[in-house]
């Protein structure tokens, strides 16, 4: 009865290869979030939607995008992967307000070859 | 800018010893803070929040705004403690984003 389904749990690209990392959920929670973490490193916040309203932390990459085409469903696109870009990538929801518990993912390993 | 600070990225402690891990966080609001574990090949989940002034699995931790802390405790470890630990803060300037710190790992030896 997993809540937040993340698709594939790994996932090898090439350089510069267009990749989409997916995520859903059957909790119906309005806010979505995508995390990249790096081995030994925070979780960081690449973005969060709540409902269809997009919110861009300042310092992600314009080579990440994201997209929500309903309540289940987000994605993430990475444009033009980099080397860099190798870590885990975490989807979470919440159903909103300040202490509303975050629901994770089990997460997408991303290799770059 | 709103950060959260674990200085230690690993505790390793004897069964039965009391546990510590060091939370302190960096922000002017009024913080909503939680910790969060991760097992061995388990998801991120929950382990408690300070709203709630529950102790979880024998864990509590207490909100000090003065010391901009919020350190998880447990008086007596035990092996199945062993995990990643992660402290949370939310509700930031009125958004819906969670930052998190580097997490700390605890070792609990027989």
């Known amino acids: 009865d997993a809540m937040v389904i993340q698709n594939p749990r790994y996932q090898v690209t090439q350089f510069g290869k267009p990749v989409t990392l997916s995520c859903s959920q059957t909790?119906?929670?309005?806010?979505m979030y995508w995390y990249q973490q790096k081995s030994s490193q925070a979780p960081k916040l690449l973005f969060h939607?709540?409902?269809?309203?997009?919110?861009n932390e300042a310092d992600t990459p314009d080579n990440f995008q994201s997209r929500r085409p309903n309540t289940s469903f987000c994605f993430l696109d990475i444009r033009s992967p980099g080397l860099g870009d190798a870590a885990m990538y975490l989807c979470?929801?919440?159903?909103?307000?300040?202490?509303?518990?975050?629901?994770f993912g089990q997460g997408t390993r991303l290799t770059v070859v | 800018a709103q950060r959260v600070t674990q200085p230690e990225k690993l505790l390793s402690v004897f069964k039965g010893a009391p546990v510590e891990l060091k939370c302190n966080y960096s922000?002017?609001?009024?913080?909503?803070l939680f910790w969060y574990v991760q097992y061995s090949r388990q998801r991120l989940q929950l382990l408690l929040r300070?709203?709630s002034r529950e102790s979880i699995k024998g864990f509590t931790a207490d909100l000090n705004k003065g010391e901009t802390s919020f350190h998880l405790k447990k008086p007596f470890a035990q092996e199945e403690d062993s995990a990643m630990y992660y402290c949370?803060?939310?509700?930031?300037?009125?958004?819906?984003?969670?930052?998190f710190g580097t997490g700390t790992r605890l070792k609990v030896l027989a």
């Open positions: 979470a929801t919440s159903g909103g307000g300040g202490a509303a518990e975050a629901f």
């Open positions: 909790l119906n929670h309005n806010v």
């Open positions: 939607y709540y409902d269809k309203d997009f919110n």
């Open positions: 922000y002017s609001g009024s913080p909503e």
């Open positions: 300070h709203i």
């Open positions: 949370a803060l939310s509700a930031i300037s009125g958004t819906y984003k969670y930052i």
